[in-house]
Antibody, heavy 118, light 107 residues
């Protein structure tokens, strides 16, 4: 069974950074791109970027360049997203999602809530 | 960026009714269109990819169609468990972009 287990909710201060993890199981980690998606409260979804776990290659939405950094640890089959210089605009739920051959996100993590507040 | 305009923003349907949600892309996305369902407090789930391919386990009352810039998803015979928000997403060109969502409720 494919599973993506994300780390828990985060409360962080403005200007700080946060690193979210997405632990995978049930499939070959290096065979599927992992995407990250932002959902601000009550709003639609925004694609942040994706990472190829096989070679670490990344593609970012220009809007999130400099804000998000995607990495993987193949030994633990875990994907990570670090968000830096956080502001209230970064308060949202963040999802990791596995991408299938048709570039559709076929499995999703449960989401990680990030709240930026002093 | 490719803009995805989804309509309607909200909709209420009776059990057994047929529901149609549409998505218009700002340019031709060459059949690279997926639909996702998000229930309250849950993660989105993939329903349909490549316009009309049903993801494993998705009931056959869901279907997709379209081409070029115009796409739609239909639910034949609305069920109470279909209450959710639905999003379209294009995967033709990065950045992938989503529609604004359609909130579907039972009447």
């Amino acid at each position: 069974e494919v599973q993506l287990q994300q780390s828990g909710p985060e409360l962080v201060k403005p200007g700080a950074s946060v690193k979210i993890s997405c632990k995978t199981s049930g499939y070959t980690f290096t065979e599927y791109t992992m995407d990250w998606v932002k959902q601000s409260h009550g709003k639609s979804l925004e694609w942040i970027g994706g990472i190829n776990p096989n070679n670490g290659g990344t593609t970012y939405n220009q809007k999130f360049k400099g804000k998000a950094t995607l990495t993987v640890d193949r030994s633990s089959t875990t994907a990570y997203m670090e968000l830096r210089s956080l502001t209230s605009e970064d308060s949202a739920v963040y999802y990791c999602a596995r991408v299938n051959w048709a570039y559709a996100m076929d499995y999703w993590g449960q989401g990680t809530s990030v709240t930026v507040s002093s | 960026d490719i803009q995805m305009t989804q309509s309607p923003a909200s909709l209420a349907a009776s059990v057994g009714e047929t529901v149609t949600i549409t998505c218009r892309a700002s340019e031709n996305i060459y059949y690279s269109l997926a639909w996702y369902q998000q229930k309250q407090g849950k993660s989105p789930q993939l329903l349909i990819y490549n316009v009309n391919s049903l993801e494993d386990g998705v009931p056959s009352r869901f279907s997709g169609s379209g081409s070029g810039t115009q796409y739609s998803m239909k639910i034949n015979s609305m069920q109470p468990e279909d209450t959710a928000t639905y999003f379209c997403k294009q995967a033709y060109d990065v950045p992938w972009t989503f529609g604004g969502g359609t909130k579907l409720e039972i009447k």
